[in-house]
Every structure is written in C-alpha cells, then in structure tokens.
Nanobody, 122 residues
Framework: QVQLVESGGRLVQAGGSLRLSCAAS????????MGWFRQAPGKEREFVAA????????SYADSVKGRFTISRDNAKNTVYLQMNSLKPEDTAVYYC???????????????WGQGTQVTVSS
C-alpha cells in the first residue's frame, strides 16, 4: 500500500515558479514509477510528467516540456515537480500518481494523491 500526499500548490502570477512535493508512505516507494497529472475545471485529467523508479528516465507532456522538471528522492520517499514560466493555462488541480508499469502516461495508475490546487493569474 502506498499513500501519497501532495503539497505546494497556491496562487501565483504568470511567469512565476512553484515546486510541488508529493510525500509517499510505504516501503516499496522505489519500486514505483511516479508522476503528476492535472485536471482543470471542465476538462479531463491529463498527464504532466513522470519519472522511473531509479530517477534516470523522465517523460513530459508537450505542453510543459522545457518549463517543468520532475525529480524524485527515494531516500525521502518524495517526488517533486518544479514548475517555471507558469501560464494561466497551467491552472488545475495537480495529482501525484504511482504506478508499477511504465510509461505511466499510458499505464494504469495504482495510487493517487488527493490533489493540490495551482492557480496562475494573468
């Protein structure tokens, strides 16, 4: 069993930066691929970024490439999403996800966090 708790979401101006954190419980954290998804009002949940078990391989949605960076610290059971050059269209609830299969963007997610709100004002 893995429990995920996100933090770091808040209101920020366009062009600003935020770092989201996802703290995971469970001794098998390093066995999971970790990722971030987001859901804007009236839209479906969409993939944002993911990192493999060792942290050596990452994938990103085209809409965030070059602006967002995902990383993980297995010693701290934590995954991060550094978001730079934020745009109003990045406004959404951001969810942390854990899955045993890769790539995470097209595989079943085993665990979800409760989400953290990111709002980017223009």
């Amino acid at each position: 069993q893995v429990q995920l708790v996100e933090s770091g979401g808040r209101l920020v101006q366009a062009g600003g930066s935020l770092r989201l954190s996802c703290a995971a419980s469970g001794r098998t954290f390093s066995s999971y691929g970790m990722g971030w998804f987001r859901q804007a009002p009236g839209k479906e949940r969409e993939f944002v970024a993911a990192v493999r078990w060792s942290g050596g391989y990452t994938s990103y949605a085209d809409s965030v490439k070059g602006r967002f960076t995902i990383s993980r610290d297995n010693a701290k059971n934590t995954v991060y999403l550094q978001m730079n050059s934020l745009k109003p269209e990045d406004t959404a609830v951001y969810y942390c996800a854990a899955g045993r299969l890769w790539p995470l963007y097209r595989s079943p997610v085993d665990y979800w966090g409760q989400g953290t709100q990111v709002t980017v004002s223009s």
